[in-house]
């Protein structure tokens, strides 16, 4: 009988100290953001004997990407996972993550998140925003779909409307191409392409896959603009209110479920390509003379945002990084 009150004493204190987080997501279930997501869950209540458990809400159902980074900051919202384009806004620094072809693969994207530019990202959001970045999904390159016809340079993108994100790097980007942007929050893309409000959007394979963007678009060009990145933010009051042990699991499930969305991506991104084709009827287009009109007009806007981004040395300190000749 004692045996069996000092067991329910133990639950019930086990249930008190239990807790289960909320993590945002604004894609769907099934791609990068999804796959970094469940393997935090995982190692964090493995890492904390089940202290804490997170539910992931996929879709964009705790708001849209830019929201959940208010509510991380303001203690209303535990986790979420969101483009690094929908961070910027509130920490210009980061722009130098989105500037055109400055990431040009996932490789690219290890050695800046893994090396000392990534970690002035990751302090720099801290004191702009609030927020701490725990990892990063790598999702992969930007690739332009439309539902009107095949691309191959940007002139051939006159007359089409198309999505991008609230972003100032990205709105500049197009504007250079010639195209007039149409700036919509994540949540609103999938029903501004049904209902032709806009006739394209970027995004990378997997997201594309797992937004089932294949069915109100066609055509996708094989470009290599912005390289997808997507951090999992944590609120710092939160983060704050945990003991060490529990931050030290925290840090850790972030650093481990970064290696995995790595690897996931390598593993994954070739077969989802070939799906969209073979299953789902999309038609690939290769940027002409290797993207060079792309690249050139694209890359003619990076002094626009020296300032934004601390100074042009930030972008020639990412470039060296990556073996680049600085700007
Ligand atoms: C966007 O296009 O706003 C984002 O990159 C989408 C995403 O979070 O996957």
New binding site residues.
């Given amino acids: 009988m004692g045996g069996a009150i000092a067991l329910a004493l133990f639950a019930l204190s086990t249930q008190a100290s239990a807790a289960t987080w909320k993590m945002a997501?604004?894609?769907a279930a099934g791609?990068?953001?999804y796959e970094l997501g469940t393997t935090f869950a995982k190692l964090i209540e493995e890492k904390t004997d089940g202290e804490i458990k997170v539910d992931l809400f996929p879709n964009g159902q705790l708001g849209s990407?830019q929201d959940t980074v208010n509510n991380a900051s303001m203690g209303l919202l535990d986790l979420s996972?969101?483009?690094?384009?929908?961070i910027t806004p509130f920490s210009p620094t980061v722009g130098v993550m989105t500037l055109p072809y400055v990431i040009r693969s996932p490789e690219d994207a290890k050695t800046l998140t893994h090396g000392k530019v990534g970690q002035e990202m990751v302090d720099n959001t801290l004191r702009d925003a609030g927020v701490r970045i725990l990892g990063w999904a790598y999702?992969g390159c930007?690739r332009l779909t439309n539902s009107e016809r095949p691309v191959a340079n940007p002139e051939d993108l006159k007359g089409m409307s198309i999505?991008?994100?609230?972003?100032e790097i990205?709105i500049a980007a197009y504007q250079a191409w010639g195209v007039n942007p149409n700036p919509?929050?994540?949540s609103e893309?999938f029903t501004a392409l049904q209902q032709g409000v806009v006739d394209g959007?970027?995004?990378?394979y997997i997201?594309i896959n797992?937004?089932k963007f294949y069915e109100v678009q066609k055509y996708v060009t094989d470009s290599c603009y912005v390289f997808?990145m997507?951090p999992l933010i944590i609120g710092e009051g939160m983060f704050q209110s945990l003991d060490e042990s529990q931050q030290q699991a925290v840090l850790e499930a972030g650093k481990e479920a970064t290696e995995h969305s790595y690897e996931y991506l390598l593993a994954q991104e070739d077969a989802i390509k070939k799906s969209l084709v073979d299953e789902h009827g999309m038609e690939i287009t290769e940027p002409a003379d290797d993207e060079k009109a792309w690249v050139d007009q694209a890359t003619s806007i990076w002094p626009q945002f020296y300032d934004s981004i601390g100074g042009k040395e930030k972008l020639d300190e990412a470039l060296t990084a990556l073996g680049r000749e600085p700007a």
Avoid: F, H, Y
């Fill in positions: 997501l604004g894609d791609g990068t953001q990407e996972v969101l483009a690094i384009n929908n999702s930007r999505r991008v994100p609230k972003n990205m919509l929050a994540w893309t959007q970027d995004n990378p997201t797992a937004m997808s997507e």
